[in-house]
């Protein structure tokens, strides 16, 4: 046989023989291999929220004419009448969230929810 092809099949034995692992070895590999993973992996955050919602109450007292025909909104978009006569309408919301009154089809008021629990706005 060909020195070259000697030293060839010999350095093929080498890295089989390096390759070649017994049970063991291979178990304890695999378990510092999952140690460094769970290290590397940060807990899993809860997926409840963090703040509670709040209860909130919007009335028209039918005092203020402006407000006759006002309508309730939540950012831009329409939750619902509430003129003169109308239901009042209770949402839940969150603290720092932000409702409008449009009356006359103009933004007449503003409220920003707060952190109690339950609240009532009049109008």
């Not at 020195?3 to 304890?28: N, S, Y």
């Not at 409840?48 to 006002?70: H, L, R, S, W, Y």
């Not at 309508?71 to 003129?83: A, D, I, K, M, V």
Request: charged residues 20%; glycine residues 4%.
């Amino acid at each position: 046989m060909p020195e070259w092809k000697r030293k060839l099949i010999e350095k093929k034995k080498q890295e089989t023989k390096a390759q070649d692992t017994t049970p063991q070895q291979t178990a304890a590999i695999t378990n510092t291999a999952a140690d460094v993973t769970a290290q590397q992996t940060p807990p899993p955050t809860s997926t409840i929220a963090t703040t509670q919602q709040k209860m909130a109450t919007f009335v028209n007292t039918g005092t203020d004419p402006a407000m006759t025909e006002a309508q309730l909104f939540y950012e831009s978009n329409p939750w619902g009448s509430l003129g003169w006569g109308d239901p009042a309408i209770s949402v839940m919301t969150n603290a720092g969230d932000k409702w409008y009154i449009v009356a006359n089809g103009v933004y007449a008021k503003l409220f920003t929810i707060a952190e109690e629990a339950q609240q009532q706005f009049t109008i």
